[in-house]
């Protein structure tokens, strides 16, 4: 049996699955609950010992939001789970919880692993996944293996920076792709929730859809620069943005359509992702297979 674990700010979730990557089962809690993160581990083996029936677990893959060392399997500072300490040694206390090998990684990269194993992006060999919800994020894979970079940090397309005299973004830096069209910044500019604007858009409110364009927009140049580097033969859209796929897709694709730099039959294609909710938990058991 695999065990995979994903691991939100708000909820944590841990499946197990058979060698081939065929669900089991999972279960899911509260992050804040659970009291920090030796809690969340005695979670995360009870469970997934009683998901496994008494059958050996083998090996565990844990997808964590940024920043982390997925070398060391230390969680650097990430801003999302409250009242965790800096630097957690979780690969180290999964090991020691479960018995058998722990792999850690960011959770956008175990996204693009699952979109590519499992999802839309099947049969491919080079594609990016980005993710779009209150942060921007992306996992490549090239030539068929997910690339994290030297520092386990490649693929930071919502700090690529679109224009240095831009808003200042939470990150230091000014006029990144999340400063523009987070959905944290997005409801700070517009004075209400992003899920709000996204909304009234929808129901053919100007100036929400206003907005709405502004910030596909600029994550449109985003792909632009992306596809410049990668040249993925894909580029799939993740997190919260596929609720609104229709309302984005056209301004997504524009920019790199439109660029008389490369012809659009030599670009990627621009598509929603396919795995939902599930994405996290898909991409923790294919990584634990993939480094089983
Ligand atoms: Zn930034």
Redesign the pocket.
């Known amino acids: 049996m695999i065990a995979g674990i994903d691991l939100g700010g708000t909820q944590v979730r841990v499946a197990v699955a058979a060698g081939d990557g065929r669900m089991i089962g999972t279960a899911k809690a509260r992050t804040p609950e659970l009291g920090g993160p030796a809690g969340m581990v005695a979670w995360a083996r009870e469970n997934a010992e009683r998901l496994a029936a008494g059958a050996r677990i083998e090996a565990v893959g844990i997808g964590v939001p940024g920043p982390s060392d997925p070398r060391s399997g230390v969680l650097v500072n990430p801003p999302n789970l409250v009242g965790w300490p800096p630097g957690v040694p979780l690969r180290a206390m999964l090991e020691e919880a479960f018995g058998a090998p722990v792999h850690l990684e960011n959770d956008a990269n175990l996204a693009a692993l699952a979109e590519f194993k499992r999802g839309a992006g099947r049969g491919l060999h080079n594609l990016a996944y980005v993710t779009w919800s209150t942060g921007i994020g992306a996992g490549l894979i090239l030539d068929g293996r997910l690339y994290s970079g030297a520092h386990g940090s490649a693929g930071e397309v ?2 690529m920076v679109l224009d240095p005299g831009g808003p200042e ?3 230091g ?1 000014r006029g ?1 792709t ?2 523009y069209a987070s959905g944290n910044s997005i409801a700070r500019g517009a004075g209400r929730p992003a899920r709000e604007v996204f909304a009234a858009a929808q129901a053919g409110d100007p100036e929400a859809a206003a907005i709405v364009e502004h910030a596909a927009r600029m994550v449109g140049l985003a792909l632009l620069n992306l596809a410049n580097l990668v040249d993925p033969e894909m580029i799939i859209l993740g997190g919260g943005i596929t609720e609104s796929w229709s309302l984005v897709e056209g301004w997504l694709s524009e920019p790199l359509l439109s660029s008389p730099f490369v012809t659009p039959n030599r670009r990627p294609r621009i598509v929603r992702a396919e795995l939902g909710a599930d994405v996290g938990l898909v991409g923790a058991v294919e990584w634990a297979i993939e480094n089983r």
């Open positions: 919502g700090h973004c939470f990150c830096q990144c999340e400063a």
